[in-house]
T-cell receptor, first 111, second 113 residues
């Protein structure tokens, strides 16, 4: 089945700096890659996604890149703010027809 | 729309008791997913439904777990009998598409003593 690895597990950045979280996947048939933000005590919230026919997608301060050849995708957050502090999860949807999640990254934005 | 609604938000029970978690998906969504989140195993898909029919229950850990979706607006996840290792946060999510990238509910934090 699909295996998704996510790095780093924790990330601290200064407010205003950029943050990058990286994920790799194993199933070459995976074609959909969402990213979720989970705040304490809440459910994961979809923040951006990308499909396999696109290499990059941007939404204001958030961008996601996908390299299908290398089977990795990344989340980029620019101009980070304290409210960006949360746990971020990547996921992949492949031949198993279900989402497989990464292990999560605890992002802390220091004021 | 109120989003995905789950109840109860917190449940504390004793080992051996039956536990029922409830979910109301977003109206119009054809897919409903039950996930479990623990520190050790992260987010795991337990089961998902399409048009009220269970499609994949391979993630259900044991026969002690069962899920139903009697209609488009309601689903239950039942654990009978419960064990301490079932302690986790259980999320329900609904989606309008098969990718499952839908909307998560707030979760039910289950503690089995």
């Amino acid at each position: 089945g699909e295996n998704v690895e996510q790095h780093p597990s924790t990330l601290s950045v200064q407010e205003g700096d950029s943050a990058v979280i990286k994920c790799t996947y194993s199933d070459s048939a995976s074609n959909y890659f969402p990213w979720y933000k989970q705040e304490l005590g809440k459910g994961p919230q979809l923040i951006i996604d990308i499909r396999s026919n696109v290499g990059e997608k941007k939404d204001q301060r958030i961008a996601v890149t996908l390299n299908k050849t290398a089977k990795h995708f990344s989340l980029h957050i620019t101009e980070t703010q304290p409210e960006d502090s949360a746990v971020y999860f990547c996921a992949a949807h492949g031949s198993a027809r279900q989402l497989t999640f990464g292990s999560g990254t605890q992002l802390t934005v220091l004021p | 729309d109120a989003g995905v609604i789950q109840s109860p938000r917190h449940e504390v029970t004793e080992m051996g008791q039956e536990v029922t978690l409830r979910c109301k998906p977003i109206s119009g969504h054809d897919y409903l997913f039950w996930y479990r989140q623990t520190m050790m195993r992260g987010l795991e898909l337990l089961i998902y439904f399409n048009n009220n029919v269970p499609i994949d229950d391979s993630g259900m850990p044991e026969d002690r777990f069962s899920a139903k979706m009697p209609n488009a607006s309601f689903s239950t996840l039942k654990i009978q009998p419960s064990e301490p290792r079932d302690s986790a946060v259980y999320f329900c999510a609904s989606s309008g598409e098969t990718s499952g990238s839908g909307f998560f509910g707030p979760g039910t934090r289950l503690t089995v003593l």
